[in-house]
């Protein structure tokens, strides 16, 4: 069965003229793949590379599990830990699949090494897709947030009226617009690779909240709510989609062997740190807990104002560097006779605007975040090493671990299935 799902998976059923298409674009992208390969020496010890993988672990998703929880119901939990489980499992056929052929230096060689540049070309653009939703959902939250600090700011534009979330989405922009004409981006890389210090302020800032600041502990909400499983389902995905950033971080490491304890503490210590801003958040606001907890802290609080001025920093600085890989790739079909510079700044610029009319028009960061989660995350963290471990490795894979990934992609397509049409059905349900 295993070896029939090997075969069955191709592209070769696709038509002439998009396979000839794809095999540029393919050829095009070879070049972006540098975007994503920021160390190919082995020259990084055990704990940097712990904390180069806590970092990509470590993002906005942690904001969003109370409410998560709070859509599924308290045993949705086991649907985090699972989520973690398999997605762990998942990280460690990648790391197989570098094992298995030393010239993997990137995920895009993952899909080549697969299926050719068919296959390089697909996980290309679910990559750049990730991230450019990734950067709207940046703004949403910079939007948000600001609004949640400063209510009831408008503006009047010619007799039309901009509410106060719209007018912090755009002025976000314009204060990020500079930073995306930046030649040297290496400040704004470290700001944004500060995610596990910002997790950290957060979720101790929103404890101290909830133990000192007067909000409390004390409800108990629902213990499960089956409508809104997908959505939990899709928003604990959002939280693990890092595996493109895995075979960065296996070809950096000096010592091989010791990647798979990397994998270990950056899932358990990453998991731990979900689970509790779940169960306190949960504990803290119950079933009127926002898609960003952050929106439901007493601003007055001195607690609560530094977890949210730390949801605000990292974002800005990781929107240029999210949008920076999607620039590259734009940058192989610059004109001969255009300017480089002047080509990427048209194309940044562009990009900035596209993100922001999406986030004025879906305002959504839940929905957003449980498309992206379930659509792009599955499909990045699930599906595709599956499947590339299946093409690569097939005949070393034993015939049980074969049923076991055979179920794990079984399981990838029905949570992206049903967590795909219910983020689409809430994100048209909203108009």
Not at 375 to 404: N, T
Not at 409 to 414: E, P, Y
Request: glycine content about 8%; aromatic content about 12%.
């Amino acid at each position: 069965m295993a070896a029939n799902l090997k075969e069955e998976f191709s592209f070769s059923s696709l038509p002439l003229l998009f396979d000839e298409k794809l095999q540029s674009f393919g050829c095009k992208l070879e070049e972006v793949e540098s975007s994503f390969v920021h160390a190919t020496t082995s020259t990084t010890s055990f704990f940097k590379t712990c904390f180069n993988g806590l970092n990509a672990l470590s993002g906005v998703g942690i904001l969003s599990v109370p409410y998560a929880v709070a859509s599924g119901g308290w045993l949705s939990l086991t649907l985090l830990l699972t989520i973690a489980i398999v997605v762990f499992y998942t990280g460690i056929l990648v790391q197989r699949c570098m094992e298995f052929d030393s010239d993997i230096r990137s995920y895009p060689d993952i899909g080549k090494r697969a299926f050719g540049n068919k296959g390089r070309t697909v996980l290309s653009i679910i990559m750049l897709m990730d991230l450019y939703l990734c950067a709207i959902v940046f703004l949403i939250l910079e939007g948000d947030n600001l609004y949640n600090l400063f209510p009831n700011n408008g503006l009047q534009i010619s007799g039309i009226a901009v509410d106060g979330k719209q007018c912090f989405v755009v002025i976000v922009g314009i204060v990020i617009l500079p930073s995306l004409w930046l030649d040297n981006l290496s400040l704004l890389s470290y700001v944004s690779a500060s995610g596990v210090l910002a997790s950290a302020i957060i979720l101790v800032s929103i404890l101290w909240t909830g133990a000192f600041e007067g909000v409390g502990f004390h409800h108990e909400g629902k213990l499960l709510n089956l409508p809104g499983i997908p959505t939990a389902v899709s928003l604990f995905a959002f939280c693990y989609s890092a595996h493109p950033v895995i075979p960065t971080l296996y070809n950096s490491i000096e010592n091989k062997r010791q990647f798979s304890n990397v994998l270990i503490l950056c899932f358990t210590v990453c998991t731990l740190g979900y689970i509790t801003m779940a169960i306190f958040g949960y504990l803290m606001f119950g079933s009127s807990v926002e898609s960003q907890i952050t929106l439901n802290l007493p601003v007055g609080k001195l607690s609560s104002r530094i977890a949210i001025y730390t949801t605000l920093v990292a974002p800005i600085a990781k929107y240029p560097m999210a949008v920076t890989p999607i620039v590259d790739a734009a940058m192989n079909y610059c004109p001969s006779h255009v300017s480089k510079r002047l080509f990427g700044i048209l194309v940044s610029t562009a990009l900035l605007i596209g993100s922001i009319t999406v986030a004025l028009v879906l305002p959504f960061l839940a929905d957003l975040m449980s498309l992206v989660g379930a659509f792009l995350g599955i499909a990045a963290s699930i599906i595709v090493p599956c499947v590339c471990y299946l093409k690569i490795c097939g005949d070393q894979i034993y015939r049980c671990e074969m049923v076991a990934v055979g179920c794990v992609i079984l399981f990838g397509f029905v949570v992206l299935v049903f967590g795909t049409y219910t983020s689409i059905t809430e994100v048209v349900g909203e108009f």
